[in-house]
Nanobody
Framework: QVQLVNSGGGLVQPGGSLRLSCAVSGRTFSNYGMGWFRQAPGNEREFVATISASGGGTLYADSVKGRFTISRDNAKNTVYLQMNSLRPADTAIYYC?????????????????WGQGTQVTVSS
């Protein structure tokens, strides 16, 4: 059974930074594409970023491009989301997800396992 544990959320002022982490256990992490999604109250879950199994391929939503960076450490079975220049519109619950293919994906339906989510609130 694959387990994903999110951490790193919190309250930050506009313009600030946070780094989210997602630790994965139960499978060979280095074989799987990973993604980050977010869901704000009243909204559908939306794609944020994805990374391939090797880490060589990444893709970002237009709304976060240039501000967020997805990365992974296959030795630590962990994927990260570095978030800079945060805006109130970034406020949401952030989820990491794992898919049983080496490529990443921007579609939530392509993912097989999900973390529990971590709250990010951007407010002054």
């Amino acid at each position: 059974q694959v387990q994903l544990v999110n951490s790193g959320g919190g309250l930050v002022q506009p313009g600030g930074s946070l780094r989210l982490s997602c630790a994965v256990s139960g499978r060979t992490f280095s074989n799987y594409g990973m993604g980050w999604f977010r869901q704000a109250p009243g909204n559908e879950r939306e794609f944020v970023a994805t990374i391939s199994a090797s880490g060589g391929g990444t893709l970002y939503a237009d709304s976060v491009k240039g501000r967020f960076t997805i990365s992974r450490d296959n030795a630590k079975n962990t994927v990260y989301l570095q978030m800079n220049s945060l805006r109130p519109a970034d406020t949401a619950i952030y989820y990491c997800a794992c898919r049983q293919f080496r490529s990443g994906s921007s579609r939530a339906s392509d993912y097989d396992y999900w973390g529990q989510g971590t709250q990010v609130t951007v407010s002054s």
